[in-house]
């Protein structure tokens, strides 16, 4: 009888401890995922790695909280707020770079592209005035050579929008894809660059 009652009293003594954890656990999982919530968008993007390593340990500690591992839970979230103001400066620092970097690349477009451009116009306006197209060139592909020129000179317009917009990022992937197109143009005319 008295073993029963002692382990009647151990079980209840347990269930209490447990219970006990619970809503310290709950508020340290909250606390973790406020955190990391409040970094999510410029550590998600600019240190995917890192975050998802933090992510990975509160879904852990969600894990042992279902599990009524309520110590567990705690333990596996601790780290995770200090973890989250070391991702917001690192994020902050690499989002710097980044928008240098997307600055240093637009002003190196800005300054290349529309020269390209305005050579290649040139030298269509010279083929379009000559009595006789030179040997590989026709009607036919000078006309396509004039559409694929409007289309980058289009491209590159696009990504003029873009940087007046404050579209950073786009800016320079249009503007990337106008010199890849000015690029292949200046190839199928036979150009000399630089």
Known sequence: ???????????????????SQKDPAREAIDAAENALNAVYEDAGKYLPDRYAAAKAELDAARKAFDEERYADAIAAVKDIPATAEALAKDAAAAREAHVAGLNSEWARLSGSVPGLLAGIGGRL?????????????????????????????????????????????GAVEKGRAAEGMAQDLVARLGMQTG
Not at 8 to 14: M, P
Not at 150 to 162: F, I, K, T, V
């Open 1 to 19: 009888m008295n073993a029963r009652i002692l382990l009647a009293t151990l079980a209840a003594v347990l269930a209490l401890a447990g219970c």
């Open 125 to 169: 306006e010279e083929l379009g005035s000559m009595r006789r197209l030179p040997e590989g060139m026709d009607t036919q592909l000078l006309d396509e050579t004039k559409a694929a020129h409007a289309s980058a000179q289009s491209a590159w317009q696009d990504a003029g929008s873009a940087f007046a917009n404050g579209d950073l990022e």
